[in-house]
């Protein structure tokens, strides 16, 4: 099957979802799929800066396609972006026809492949991502026509769990059933935990680690009050921040408002995707504070690491983490909540050891990328040969919009 993957952020952006959209383009290639990927980056010194970026890296046995996203970088024209993203499509398939698009984000890029779509006559596939269930769409009129076409006319679309499907549903007024429930996923063969060390087992001081998009949204600022909450208790710790994001700045300086000693905390900024496993194998546990996610692969890097997880009860989470069970939840913002959970994580080795025990053993079993990849490619060959849904207006009122001023937060 020839398959268009049309991805928002890949590598060297900092993502999750570059990190899933490799391991699904791996799955595809290792299956004899014939795979096409356009991908956006930022190209300018912020979005560098806040994501990572500049065009794509090869990926083996896959054609790649770079398209820096200039719109987006000059006054938040995602527009003028997206007829890019059609053109560069549909020129691809004149040279050799797609059977299946597959676009990673409801918008731009959903709608972006349902204008190729509607064009091409070639049927598409949708995943819907953390931002287009928690911002895109209650931003404005623009964003909420662009995105409900796409949820009411997409060939099929995937979502990463209930509860994430739960709020779009309702937040954005689409039926239920259109979605397809398919989870994160995590290489268990390069997440592994350290030879001959048990899973929950820790140093003295516990050694803790963020790791991700160091953004507010994700609970980092949370993290760091509650890491201040600790130091006051006078429970030890050893914390690491880890990656890069629109809050950098903010953190820090909110690490030394709270008089955080480095020894207590250190940022250490970007981290290459080969290096990450090793990255979470010098630590302990694992915070992930977040207030919402669409599906979280960070934690299931941690979990197939050996790392117990502390997290909140948000939206995403809740699809793979059950409290007391594999993981502690607290509730999203409690500050103080957190730093009763992270006491105990630290203070009590049985805790830490059955709840890192019983996630690893899970994620093993259920979040593994044999197992998506093949759910995925059987949705392609669902829709294959179909004909896409054409029923709706290309056309979009153009009104104003929070992220035209900040598009890297969309």
Known sequence: MRVCFVSRRFFPAISGMSVYAVNLLRELVRAGHDVTMVSQYRGDPFGMRVYGGGPPPPVPGV???????????????????????????CAEHAKKPFDVLHAQYGYPNGWAALLASKRLGVPNVVSIQ????????????THFQALRRVLDHAGALLIGGESFSDEVAERLGVDRARFTIVPGAVDTTRFTPEPGREPGAADAPVRLLYHGRVDRRKGVIDFLDALAGLSRR?????????????????????????????????????????????????????????????????????????????????????DCLRDGEN??????????????ALERIIMDDALR??????ALDECR??????????????????????????????????????FRAEPHLL
Request: with cysteine; net charge negative; charged share 25%.
């Open 353 to 358: 050891q059955r709840i890192a025990a019983t």
């Open 63 to 89: 054609r790649v396609i770079g398209l820096e996203a200039v719109g987006e970088q000059e006054g938040g024209d995602f527009e003028r972006d997206i007829d890019r993203m059609v053109e560069t499509i």
């Open 234 to 318: 006078g429970v030890p710790f050893a914390a690491t921040i880890s990656g890069i994001g629109p809050d950098v700045a903010a953190s820090r300086e909110r690490a030394e408002a709270l008089e955080l000693r480095p020894d207590q905390v250190r940022f250490s900024g970007y981290v290459d995707y080969e290096d990450v496993p090793a990255l979470y194998r010098t630590a302990d546990v694992f915070v992930s504070p977040t207030h919402a996610e669409g599906f979280s692969n960070t934690i299931l890097e941690a979990t197939a690491t050996g790392l117990p997880v502390v997290s909140c009860r948000s939206v995403g989470v809740v």
């Open 130 to 141: 953390g931002g287009d269930g928690h911002w895109v769409g209650s931003c404005c009129e």
């Open 365 to 402: 079993r259920v979040y593994s990328w044999k197992a998506v990849g093949r759910q995925i490619m059987a949705i392609y060959a669902y829709v294959a040969g179909t004909k896409p849904d054409t029923t709706f207006s290309p056309d979009l009122p153009l009104t104003d919009c929070r």
């Open 327 to 340: 993981g502690l939840l607290t509730e999203p913002g409690d500050v103080a909540g957190l730093t009763d």
